[in-house]
């Protein structure tokens, strides 16, 4: 939790603060909301050449920590963000109803079936991100660049698939589509705990090869 709090207070780039809050964004009428995911990924990519910047990961490394520790805090860092953003997003989403804002025509509303597919996106981005980064520790460019691939094609796919009448649970209010969409957002949850943890054991191999 030390390195996590050194992350947040020294590491971390001021945007990170700034769309840690977008989930507050599910109030826009006719937006399409997953777009908000796109922050918490554009968010990491920034933090992260800004410690490239600072040299912080040499910093850390003078710390009496492992390289291990050093991946696991940026780990919890993105998590951080993440997970933060979409509890952010909840007390926003249930506002929703209480003004009136109608169904979005855009996409996909603010449900179970958008939180599950934010912790898909999410996951992948940092399945493939983190990863590509540690590789050498610096190259954070080309692992955003990768890692977006398929954050756009599940975004797109999503805001598709909102418009497809077969899909139309995705996006209805009644009893029978709230239960249906359970079993997505149960999905996104273990698929995104999984990634996590592939990511860093992943990350954690391939820093410990590189010569800081």
């Excluded at 964004?25 to 937006?31: E, H, I, R, T």
């Excluded at 933060?84 to 603010?110: C, H, K, W, Y």
């Excluded at 796919?157 to 497809?164: D, F, G, P, Q």
Aim: net charge positive; proline share 6%.
């Amino acid at each position: 939790m030390k390195l996590l709090y050194k992350e947040w207070a020294l590491a971390a780039h001021p945007t990170l603060y700034i769309f840690t809050l977008l989930g507050c964004l599910v109030m826009v009428p006719a937006y399409p909301y997953t777009v908000i995911f796109m922050f918490g990924c554009l968010a990491p990519y920034i933090t992260f050449t800004y410690a490239r910047e600072t040299n912080d990961a040499f910093y850390t490394a003078t710390l009496p920590v492992t390289k291990r520790d050093i991946v696991k805090a940026k780990c919890m860092l993105l998590m951080s963000v993440q997970l933060g953003q979409l509890l952010i997003s909840i007390p926003f989403a249930l506002l929703r109803e209480t003004v009136g804002i109608a169904p979005n025509p855009v996409g996909m509303d603010p449900n179970a079936a958008w939180y599950g597919i934010g912790l898909i996106i999410y996951g992948g981005f940092d399945l493939v991100f983190l990863p590509t980064y540690y590789r050498s520790g610096y190259k954070a460019g080309r692992a955003f660049t990768l890692a977006m691939i398929p954050v756009i094609l599940i975004m797109a796919t999503a805001e598709v698939s909102a418009h497809i009448p077969a899909l139309a649970f995705l996006k209805g209010d009644n009893f029978v589509c709230m239960m249906r969409r359970l079993p997505l957002l149960g999905c996104g949850i273990l698929l995104y705990i999984a990634a996590m943890a592939a990511a860093f054991r992943i990350s954690a191999r391939r820093f410990d090869r590189v010569d800081l």
